[in-house]
């Protein structure tokens, strides 16, 4: 049963992604035909999924979902803005009870009323219920009356004629997957099972059957109904472990019937394969492994070139052959981990109407891009550091509704979170047209907390005091709310993103609004590095935290203080640190200053080294044992020359 919920939820996700894009769709455009019949088949599997579990309620909710969109799809009522709205909320709750189900195994208190709530809206005089204004019939409450057509032609096949509908309550039918033999299914007996069976009917799936000749033996070609006298519960009960291959209704008259399930479409054969997270790891580690084993061959054809220059020669050219199938293989792995961004960013849109419901402000969130796809690791770890961005956007970037319409602005809000390939990562843009963060604030705030001196402070740019909202501890919130204001944040969020290799910048103009984008790798496979002296010493540096180098004449440094030093570059000073000093070796000496300059930290930072040597791509394995007393080391990666690397940890160095 475990198993089977770990499935439930993992497609049960799926579906509700599937879902959200669709209504994204159908907003812009009511009458896409193809958006609302995909809207409808991820409503209808997610019904027969949810009757798997004890989700009474979910069910319910969802047959009212299904229900009104069918009569979208049969034009008998519209779809209009506030039927689109009834079903997105249907969404957002059945993937609220999904998330309950994986952490408690049942739903939420007040489940019940909380299905009844969503039906009525449903339901409502102007989308599926009752009447119309005049008095007439609405056409939705005409459709529930209405049969399928395969029930109604069910009652006229001549294998059910002895039986008499008196005694017959419960009508099946049953489309079995094209592939179910090869799952050690039994379409017959599984139909067979059905409590108290009155008749069946095996049927051709494509209308009629086809040629002997043209059969595929294992291939399942048939569609089987049936009539039971049992009840309807007791029916689905027997096809609970394919709920969306069967469709089943109870018999009665014709303005009696409830309309039932919609019959499946016949699935073609899946080519997916889901694979533990675990393998897919110890895969990328073992190709970490084998790209460093191959990298010892070099030095060693370099050593025997002076004893035999031929073999030297053979040796070359296998580790060049050797090499050019590693890196295919590791490019091939570092694409099967590559996951769609859509279970991430699918939650986003939901949280963001709740935290925007809790605050009394009306926000219209847009996603764009959410198809993207990224390393596994990037995707597990990116939810979190949006969910702050997002949050922070609702609470203190979007202003109440009367104070934007006194602003001259629309009441409404605006958040909008685009994706987009970019180089070789991807780039996510959170935008909002809110009240924008003001520097002067800024400055004020850090005085106050004591982060920084008023010296200090009055030196920051604008655009460097905007980079305060990174420091940890800073909020610039009156009072703490359910949302933000906790001094947790932002720093949370930077440190995220450094821990996935990405940057993260933002923008922001007073009254018109704030833009974070964050850049991450799309491959976390391998990192580039830079290799720096400093202090005698070889050390990596990841390449993505620096800006730029520079060569300078070391009498441009000068002193600030009693320890501080700083240069100019590009008529802005920036602080120049030397890393030897960081570390407690000698530090740098000579005419000539070589400089890495980062943004890591508060301001852009110039950092001193002894050399600049070699770039390359390299497996970075984490610090472990002796490894983890050392302050400032992410990690160790090895050289193409075969030594053993040491990779810094900008982040804590500089902190």
Same mark, same amino acid.
Request: negative net charge.
């Given at each position: 049963?475990?198993?089977?919920? /770990?499935?439930?939820?993992?497609?049960?996700?799926?579906?509700?992604?599937?879902?959200?894009?669709?209504?994204?769709?159908?907003?812009?455009?009511?009458?896409? %035909?193809?958006?609302?019949?995909?809207?409808?088949?991820?409503?209808?599997?997610? $019904?027969?999924?949810?009757?798997?579990?004890?989700? @009474?309620?979910?069910?319910?909710?969802?047959?009212?979902?299904?229900?009104?969109?069918?009569? @979208?799809?049969?034009?008998?009522?519209?779809?209009?803005?506030?039927?689109?709205?009834?079903?997105?909320?249907?969404?957002?709750?059945?993937?609220?009870?999904?998330?309950?189900?994986?952490?408690?195994?049942?739903?939420?208190?007040?489940?019940?009323?909380?299905?009844?709530?969503?039906?009525?809206?449903?339901?409502?005089?102007?989308?599926?219920?009752?009447?119309?204004?005049?008095?007439?019939?609405?056409?939705?409450?005409?459709?529930?009356?209405?049969?399928?057509?395969?029930?109604?032609?069910?009652?006229? %096949?001549?294998?059910?004629?002895?039986?008499?509908?008196?005694?017959?309550?419960?009508?099946?039918?049953?489309?079995?997957?094209?592939?179910?033999?090869?799952?050690?299914?039994?379409?017959?007996?599984?139909?067979?099972?059905?409590?108290?069976?009155?008749?069946?009917?095996?049927?051709?799936?494509?209308?009629?059957?086809?040629?002997?000749?043209?059969?595929?033996?294992?291939?399942?070609?048939? +569609?089987?109904?049936? =009539?039971?006298?049992?009840?309807?519960?007791?029916?689905?009960?027997?096809?609970?472990?394919?709920?969306?291959? @069967?469709?089943?209704?109870?018999?009665?008259?014709?303005?009696?019937?409830?309309?039932?399930?919609?019959?499946?479409?016949? $699935?073609?054969?899946?080519?997916?394969?889901?694979?533990?997270?675990?393998?897919?790891?110890?895969?990328?580690?073992?190709?970490?492994?084998?790209?460093?084993?191959?990298?010892?061959?070099?030095?060693?054809?370099?050593?025997?070139?002076?004893?035999?220059?031929?073999?030297?020669?053979?040796?070359?050219?296998?580790?060049? /052959?050797?090499?050019?199938?590693?890196?295919?293989?590791?490019?091939?792995?570092? %694409?099967?981990?590559?996951?769609?961004?859509?279970?991430?960013?699918?939650?986003?849109?939901?949280?963001?109407?709740?935290?925007?419901?809790?605050?009394?402000?009306?926000?219209?969130?847009?996603?764009?891009?959410?198809?993207?796809?990224?390393?596994?690791?990037?995707?597990?770890?990116?939810?979190?550091?949006?969910?702050?961005?997002?949050?922070?956007?609702?609470?203190?970037?979007?202003?109440?509704?009367?104070?934007?319409?006194?602003?001259?602005?629309?009441?409404?809000?605006?958040?909008?979170?685009?994706?987009?390939?970019?180089?070789?990562?991807?780039?996510?843009?959170?935008?909002?047209?809110?009240?924008?963060?003001?520097?002067?604030?800024?400055? /004020?705030?850090?005085?106050?907390?004591?982060?920084?001196?008023?010296?200090?402070?009055?030196?920051?740019?604008?655009?460097?005091?905007?980079?305060?909202?990174?420091?940890?501890?800073?909020?610039?919130?009156?009072?703490?709310?359910?949302?933000?204001?906790?001094?947790?944040?932002?720093?949370?969020?930077?440190?995220?993103?450094?821990?996935? @290799?990405?940057?993260?910048? +933002?923008?922001?103009?007073?009254?018109?609004?704030?833009?974070?984008?964050?850049?991450?790798?799309?491959?976390?496979?391998?990192?580039?590095?830079? +290799? +720096?002296?400093?202090?005698?010493?070889?050390?990596?540096?990841?390449?993505?935290?620096?800006?730029?180098?520079?060569?300078?004449?070391?009498?441009?440094?000068?002193?600030?203080?009693?320890?501080?030093?700083?240069?100019?570059?590009?008529?802005?000073?920036?602080?120049?640190?030397?890393?030897?000093?960081?570390?407690?070796?000698?530090?740098?000496?000579?005419? =000539?200053?070589?400089?890495?300059?980062?943004?890591?930290?508060?301001?852009?930072?110039?950092? %001193?080294?002894?050399?600049?040597?070699?770039?390359?791509?390299?497996?970075?394995?984490?610090?472990?044992?002796?490894?983890?007393?050392?302050?400032? =080391?992410?990690?160790?990666?090895?050289?193409?020359?075969?030594?053993?690397?040491?990779?810094?940890?900008?982040?804590?160095?500089?902190?």
């Amino acid at each position: 049963m475990d198993e089977l919920l /770990e499935q439930f939820i993992l497609e049960g996700r799926d579906l509700v992604a599937d879902a959200h894009s669709v209504l994204v769709a159908l907003s812009r455009d009511p009458q896409n %035909r193809t958006a609302l019949d995909s809207l409808f088949r991820s409503v209808h599997t997610l $019904k027969g999924s949810v009757a798997l579990f004890e989700m @009474a309620p979910a069910e319910e909710m969802l047959h009212a979902a299904e229900t009104r969109l069918e009569a @979208a799809r049969r034009r008998d009522a519209l779809l209009d803005e506030r039927a689109l709205d009834a079903v997105l909320a249907v969404i957002d709750q059945t993937d609220r009870w999904i998330d309950a189900m994986q952490m408690t195994g049942s739903l939420s208190e007040g489940a019940e009323a909380q299905a009844d709530r969503l039906i009525a809206m449903l339901l409502a005089d102007d989308g599926a219920g009752g009447t119309e204004a005049d008095g007439r019939p609405h056409p939705m409450a005409a459709l529930v009356t209405q049969e399928a057509d395969w029930l109604v032609a069910l009652r006229s %096949r001549p294998e059910f004629s002895p039986v008499g509908l008196q005694q017959a309550q419960t009508a099946f039918r049953y489309t079995p997957d094209a592939d179910c033999f090869f799952r050690g299914e039994d379409p017959l007996a599984i139909s067979a099972a059905v409590p108290d069976l009155l008749a069946l009917a095996v049927l051709p799936a494509a209308g009629e059957w086809p040629a002997i000749a043209s059969c595929e033996p294992f291939r399942c070609i048939s +569609v089987i109904e049936g =009539i039971s006298g049992g009840d309807e519960a007791a029916v689905r009960a027997a096809f609970r472990l394919m709920p969306d291959q @069967a469709a089943v209704a109870p018999l009665g008259s014709v303005l009696e019937a409830p309309l039932p399930d919609v019959g499946p479409q016949p $699935k073609d054969p899946s080519s997916m394969l889901r694979v533990e997270a675990s393998r897919l790891d110890r895969l990328a580690s073992q190709i970490g492994e084998l790209t460093v084993a191959i990298r010892t061959l070099r030095p060693i054809a370099d050593r025997l070139r002076a004893l035999d220059p031929l073999l030297a020669a053979e040796l070359s050219a296998a580790d060049d /052959e050797i090499g050019r199938v590693a890196a295919e293989v590791q490019r091939s792995v570092a %694409r099967v981990r590559q996951v769609s961004l859509e279970p991430v960013l699918r939650r986003l849109p939901r949280l963001a109407r709740e935290a925007a419901a809790n605050l009394g402000k009306p926000v219209r969130f847009i996603l764009e891009g959410e198809t993207a796809r990224v390393d596994k690791e990037v995707a597990d770890q990116l939810f979190e550091p949006l969910l702050h961005i997002v949050r922070n956007a609702v609470d203190h970037g979007i202003e109440p509704a009367s104070e934007r319409t006194a602003h001259g602005k629309p009441p409404e809000g605006k958040i909008h979170l685009s994706v987009r390939p970019e180089g070789n990562g991807i780039k996510i843009m959170i935008a909002d047209d809110g009240r924008g963060i003001d520097a002067r604030a800024l400055r /004020e705030t850090a005085i106050a907390k004591r982060l920084m001196n008023s010296d200090a402070a009055a030196a920051l740019s604008d655009a460097e005091a905007l980079q305060l909202i990174f420091l940890p501890g800073f909020s610039t919130a009156e009072r703490a709310t359910s949302l933000s204001g906790r001094g947790v944040g932002m720093d949370a969020v930077k440190a995220a993103v450094e821990k996935l @290799a990405g940057t993260i910048a +933002v923008e922001s103009e007073v009254g018109q609004g704030t833009h974070i984008a964050l850049r991450l790798p799309a491959n976390a496979l391998t990192t580039p590095l830079v +290799v +720096v002296g400093a202090g005698g010493q070889q050390l990596g540096i990841r390449l993505d935290q620096i800006v730029e180098t520079a060569r300078i004449s070391a009498s441009a440094i000068h002193p600030l203080g009693q320890k501080a030093q700083a240069c100019v570059l590009r008529e802005e000073t920036v602080p120049v640190l030397d890393l030897a000093s960081l570390l407690g070796f000698e530090p740098a000496s000579g005419g =000539i200053a070589r400089l890495l300059i980062t943004d890591i930290g508060p301001c852009r930072t110039a950092l %001193r080294v002894d050399s600049l040597d070699e770039r390359f791509d390299g497996v970075v394995r984490r610090a472990d044992g002796l490894l983890t007393a050392l302050p400032a =080391i992410a990690g160790t990666a090895m050289m193409t020359d075969g030594r053993i690397l040491l990779v810094l940890d900008l982040p804590e160095l500089m902190a």
